[in-house]
DNA sequence: GGCAGAAGCTGAGATAGCGTCAGATCGGTC
DNA sequence: GACCGATCTGACGCTATCTCAGCTTCTGCC
């Protein structure tokens, strides 16, 4: 099975499964689409240049891709495959002593996880918003596993009185997602500010361990 | 003043201050626009088209406009326009039985306004996100007053103790903010997992009172 | 080594939208 | 009813898309 959930081999336009030298080829279109996305907007980004950067031509792009956007949904496909590591921080977010040192490293590889895809996860989320339903169930494979941990914790801390009852798991957990995926994005923009991304790492722990668990740390 | 903040009276592409039929027609350029990204993608929004929907030409769609950017560039400024009106809604938010049925109104609003333009401000924050300057200021100006209010309520609770001297109150301004904004843009596909919109309401309300005040509700 | 067939690649071309400019049209004025 | 500035557009050259038919390269077989 191929990161887009595909089952099967990886196969050209015409459904025909790819030999070795045509996965090279259709990697070699991948990265070069990572790369320009990278130094440009997706507008900007033409057909022509990423087979020219790829070294081979634009029908031969369209062999393995209907166009640019097919190839950004499998990077993102492939950038969703690195969430599991990334929630695995999330383990020991608990109430409890450990809560907020775990909070801290996952906000801290959730970022570093966005800095290394800024390009394509932008591009990602435009599209799903825009009702793109692909794009939506790529972030739904990434994200979703964030918002139950998230709705599960919350729920846990309704069970044991901490947390108030009027609040609906689903929505803090979504709300608390909201926060990191936001700042993530955002965080460069944000330091100009005077805001250093240590504070945004420490507040945002600080909030998730508050909302979720209902015990402020301190 | 323009609400692109510009100085003066409308002018076209040649710097020529426009006359009343003028006007007339960038409106309806403005108008097609707008109407056109909400039925398709921006990359689908072909100039062609708009002309065609506001009755004209192509030739004349770029006397007053660079390009669909630009007009959607106006177009979100005027939705920034708006904002005033919906952080009018956040007077109420002080420590206090009024604070949460304030914070609801807000969100409400927030939401509101989302939905009345939410193609033109997904447009805008995939844009100011990709580093596009102009974008990046229409969005300051709308989400910069809600920032600070927030920050400074944040910095008010922490000099009354209820808020922890760990926060920063800029970053949790930024945090909160983000909750609302995202939730805005992705409430449409959260409530077909069950999450409806007054949960959401309630949820992100109830959110911002205790973060920001260090005081929960109940 | 040489050859057949499969696998992979591309040149060339039909199509479509972009952005420009010279000139046509409109609408008010005398 | 002729003029004039304001406004609009037809027409054109350009660039990028996307598609084939056919070319090149590889592989295994004799």
């Given at each position: ?103 801290r490293?996952?906000v801290r590889?959730f970022i570093a996880h966005w800095d290394r895809?800024r390009?394509?996860?932008l ?56 926060i990191v995926e936001r700042l993530s994005a955002y965080h460069r923009e944000l330091e100009p500010t005077g805001v250093s991304l240590e504070d945004l790492v420490e507040t945002t722990a ?13």
């Amino acid at each position: 099975m191929t990161s887009t959930g595909q089952a099967g081999p990886v196969v050209d336009q015409n459904g025909r499964p790819l030999g070795p030298r045509a996965l090279r080829t259709r990697s070699r279109l991948l990265e070069a689409t990572r790369r320009l996305l990278d130094e440009r907007p997706l507008r900007d980004v033409a057909v022509v240049d990423i087979a020219r950067r790829a070294g081979t031509s634009p029908a031969t792009f369209y062999q393995y891709f209907k166009g640019p956007e097919e190839a950004i949904l499998e990077l993102a496909a492939r950038a969703a495959d690195e969430m599991p590591g990334v929630l695995e921080e999330l383990r020991g977010l608990a109430p409890g002593p450990g809560a907020l040192p775990a909070a801290r490293a996952f906000v801290r590889a959730f970022i570093a996880h966005w800095d290394r895809h800024r390009a394509v996860l932008l591009v990602r989320n435009l599209a799903a918003e825009s009702g793109d339903r692909r794009f939506a169930r790529v972030r739904r494979r990434a994200l979703g596993p964030l918002l139950e941990r998230l709705a599960a914790l919350t729920a846990e801390g309704q069970r044991s009185g901490n947390v108030s009852r009027h609040l609906n798991p689903h929505a803090g957990g979504a709300a608390l997602a909201s926060i990191v995926e936001r700042l993530s994005a955002y965080h460069r923009e944000l330091e100009p500010t005077g805001v250093s991304l240590e504070d945004l790492v420490e507040t945002t722990a600080r909030i998730l361990v508050q909302v979720a668990t209902g015990t402020p740390p301190d």
